[in-house]
């Protein structure tokens, strides 16, 4: 006869925080490589550094709104 009380390691395991993390991340790394192919697309005449200066600039925006 139960009182209650259940052995949490057979509940199935649900690593709902760390999968909420790694989305996030997911969805990161694919925003940047998307705007990567944008600017090569659109804006073939940048030179490396102003590449990399607007490529950063997009990752601190994204930042701000990805938390």
């Known amino acids: ?12 395991h649900n690593p709902f925080q760390s999968g909420l993390q790694a ?9 940047i490589n998307a705007f990567k192919e944008f600017l090569m697309k659109f804006h073939p005449d940048l030179d490396e550094g102003q590449f990399l200066k607007q490529l950063e600039e997009f ?5 701000k709104r990805i938390k």
């Open 1 to 12: 006869m139960s009182d209650g009380n259940f052995n949490r390691s057979l509940l199935p």
């Open 23 to 31: 989305g996030r991340s997911q969805g990161r790394m694919h925003a």
């Open 59 to 63: 990752r601190q925006l994204l930042s």
